[in-house]
């Protein structure tokens, strides 16, 4: 945890190098809520076919959703927001300076009392 889901139009810009983009994400993101960079997990969806409101053509869109385990502060999940929103505006700042986009990140919180898995780690221990 956290489990990070990056969303966007695939008229943002060619060529998004995710690799480097979550690397940063997540050295960013661990200074700013105190997390441990080796329990990220991210993936990316390019999404090709999508609306947005009654915009013009140009209009794009950027949606970070991460989840994390209930139990950080209103200060810590805010720092989290604003460091995200701030490596995606740079990353994305070509979209943002010369289109029609909207950047947004989104903090979901999960219960560990409902949140389930199994690691491989776990199977090596009981052989």
Do not use: W
């Amino acid at each position: 945890m956290p489990h990070m889901t990056l969303e966007y139009s695939t008229n943002v810009g060619a060529g998004i190098d995710s690799k480097r983009l979550f690397s940063t994400l997540h050295v960013q993101l661990a200074k700013a809520g105190d997390l441990r960079i080796q329990d990220f997990k991210s993936r990316v969806f390019p999404v090709d076919t999508f609306y947005v409101g009654l915009t013009k053509d140009n209009a794009s869109f950027v949606r970070l959703n991460i989840e994390t385990f209930i139990g950080k502060s209103t200060q810590q999940k805010k720092d989290i927001s604003r460091v995200a929103l701030e490596v995606l505006s740079e990353y994305f700042n070509e979209a943002l300076v010369h289109g029609n986009c909207d950047i947004a990140v989104q903090i979901t919180e999960l219960e560990k009392e409902s949140y389930a898995r199994v690691r491989s780690s776990d199977l090596e221990e009981k052989a």
